[in-house]
């Protein structure tokens, strides 16, 4: 039940939208092919009849017109086959793109992506996203459709099934027992005794599913992270550890997979031997009105296709139940990551004229006070310096007014435009040193703007190389990368700018020259600080320190413990 509420939340955004509309047809296209299809198993099943009654007549001119018709079917058959095929993938990709889109937006939206994380919870949404959403489109409309075909299987088959059946009368002992349709009651039989093992076999493969997505999904993360942080693994010889923590992920997966191979052993014992065994039980179930002499050759192999069919068809849950177990287990980690982002609070950020703090409370994320009561205000274009000791909350701080920390009481306004907030460690993704510099915009800026901003900055000597590709953030010394990131705020030209320890890469001349320019270039910007070199704070009109206000909670001294 709590899957398939998870799934019809999962579903709603597609299929309940306007652009659900093309996919509704693409789905009655392929429930139309799978009606063809049964038609076309339906007119072999016939055919059977005919073809093995005129084999018993060695009739062979009506043998060869037989043979040609089979074709003819064979020929439609394979013609509906591939067109429900190709519009099932085109139906997936098209649900995938739509899915896609919205997992996106919800979790680049409202900034989700760094929230999320700091609730720790839930692990690897890169996995989430491009691995599960195409897991549950795919396996979804799978399965829809080979339901609908078998649904329609059970529907054509039974009838026919029931009329061969006739009526039979049983006799055990004193006792005998007319049925009609007895060949009906035994697949149904037959099939349920066999769906209800399988599940009773099978069920413990949807944790082991759910699993193996975690434990691939932390090994590759795990990898990309040694790529990531190669230069600093290197100048740790770091390679024996992360030898032994990729050696500990992978034996997660080595374990997981003995017991999805344990789990399957047992359920694949049961459904292939199952399966063998199917073939041959209406043989024997219809052998007795065969050896009566009731039924002709044609007639049991009449029996046995139609009994194939009615079977295969109620056995749909049997052969799908490894697919289900894997289906479920992708709803229920997408499910969770969907509710995850919308369990998040909206974040509004009041705008005004100034930047002004009431009585903010910054906390830690187990509820204990970082900064109490905290009274702030800045006029526009003012640049007030953040002092106090290492890990009193200077950075929490800054990111609580950029709205990126939950954990906080009391209310905040910052003046009207776009904030930046450049850390100590700019992020610099791979691609073309221009999109780098406009980053966080979208819109590159002209050629010369650009120039005019790396001159600014000091980088004139990249001035040439705007459209080149590379890893910028290893090919850039830390100074450098940090130049480049005031070149982005001098481009990007927002009204509130946090700076923190921005510039602490960089000699402390270097420093103070490059944020006299900033002051030029951007004379109305409201500048928030944190930085601990002397000179760069002179730079500041004005100066808090959050220990001396009483903002601090609880006073913060690291000591050396002597030896
Ligand atoms: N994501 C987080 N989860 C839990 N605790 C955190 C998190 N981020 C920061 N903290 C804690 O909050 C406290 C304040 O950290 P913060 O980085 O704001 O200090 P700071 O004043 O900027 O220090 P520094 O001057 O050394 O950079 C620290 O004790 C830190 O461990």
Redo the contacts with the bound molecule.
Sequence with gaps: MKTLRLFFNLSRPFWASRAGWPGWLLLASIFAMGVGIVQVNVYINAWSKTFYDTLATFDGSALLDLMGSYALAIGALILVIVSKNWLTKALILRWRQHLNDHMLDRWLGERRYYRLG?SGEPDHPDQRIAEDVHLLTDKTVGLVVSLFINTLQIGAFVSILWQLSGTQTFTLGDYSVTLDGYLVWAVVIYTLIGTLFTHWLGHPLHDLNYERQRSEAAFRTDLLRKREHAEQIALYSGEHAERQSLALRFAAIADNWRGLMRRELKLGTFTVGYDRISNIVPVFIALPAFLAKTITLGGLMQIRTAFGAVHGSLSWLIYSYRTLMEWSATVQRLGQFQQAMEGLPAVELEHGETLNTCGLDVL??NGEP?LCGLALHAQPGEWLRLA?A????????LRTLMGLWPHHRGSWQLPSGRSLLLPQKPYLAGGRLDELLAYPATQTPGGLELIGALKDVGLDHLADQLDRDAEWSRELSGGEQQRLALARALLYRPSTLYLD?ATNQLDEQAACQLLERLRMRLPDCTLIG?SHQPAVQRLFERSIDLQECGAACRPVTLELATA
């Design positions: 700091l830690r994320p970082l106090g290492s890990g009193l909350g200077k950075t929490t701080l320890e944190v």
